[in-house]
């Protein structure tokens, strides 16, 4: 279970692009670009816990069976997100009667950007 | 034989009984140490499930909100843990390679790096007492989010508690290994226990190359 293909060498230049990144997602966040904000914020963190898993926590140099726990637990957190937001997104597209519409959540409907108090 | 190799009765007496192999062992170890990390992004998963919900639903909330915090605190942080991860993995490194005074020194780095994150969080965590930023009933904000900016600190201090509580167990973990390491417990054949904490630690740091975005960097161009 060594991993002696690994050099300091290599932690260190993984180290170096994690703490770029850091500045580039702090400088990023300053500049304006509507919707794709988050998206490159979301972008960049997600490369930068790549790099955390594959080098620092040595996956890239170990068999493919931690994969497949890596991947339960991506997938598992991808349905619990994916599903809670499809449903708050769609709810608005059928017709709800009036006396449920003025819910904690969602005054003035949501997502219409009314009403936040 | 080799100086700092194992004689055959030490690695036997090193592997449990339902082992095959020293080897075999660590295997074990290093799968379970990432099956309790699919559990704990589940854990997390339904904090941040959440957050993207009333992100979604309160937008105007959470930016006016997140300008509150200080990026310089949260991006100082956020460095403070990658470096903590970087000496994590040469502590590791030098468990591997047999450098024994190399490890402790690691160790203590990455705890007194761990400190000094937990530290400036408690300093957050005071101006946020100060500045009225703590939900409840002496949550003071500008209209119109009087109400629903306290949904954001909710996650925030949800988020960054969790975290926190994380580190601290992370601390004790490490206090734990470098007593071990005092003791010449760890060999090139036998670190698994330096690996697999190491695990832990960079799993918590991921989490917070997460959170720092998304709490502290909400639409700062405006």
Redesign the interface.
Known sequence: ????T?T?RM??A??AA??TL??V??GV?????GVF??VA??T??VV??TL??L????VWF?GK??WV??G???L??AF??AF??SD??TRPWIPIPTPWTGSA??PGG??S?GA?? | MQPGRLTLSETNSLVAHQFETL?QQ??AG??GM??F??TE??FF??M??GY???R??????FAAASRELE?LLG?TN??IL??S??S???AV?SA?TGRRQRLIGFLLVTMALGAAFLGIKGIEYLQKFEHHLVPGSGFVFAA?????AQIFFSFYFALTGMHALHMLIGEGLLTALVIRAWRNAFT?EHH?AV?IT??YW??V??VW??L???LY??????
């Open positions: 279970m060594t991993t002696q690994i300091p932690y260190v993984v180290f994690l703490a850091t500045l997602t702090t966040a300053y500049i304006d670009l904000n988050p914020a979301l960049i963190a930068k816990a955390v898993v080098f620092f926590m040595h170990r069976l931690t726990f890596i339960a637990g991506v598992w957190l619990l997100i809670t937001l708050a997104v959540l969602y949501p997502g950007g936040e108090r | 080897e660590h295997l290093w799968l990432w099956i990390l699919a992004v589940m998963g339904g941040f499930a993207a919900l009333y979604w639903a309160y937008p105007g909330a990026v991006a956020t460095l990658i470096v991860s970087l994590m993995a040469l490194h591997e119109p989010f009087q109400r629903t090139p698994a690996e190491g695990l960079h799993f740091d991921i190359i997460f720092f975005p998304l960097l909400i639409e700062r161009h405006r």
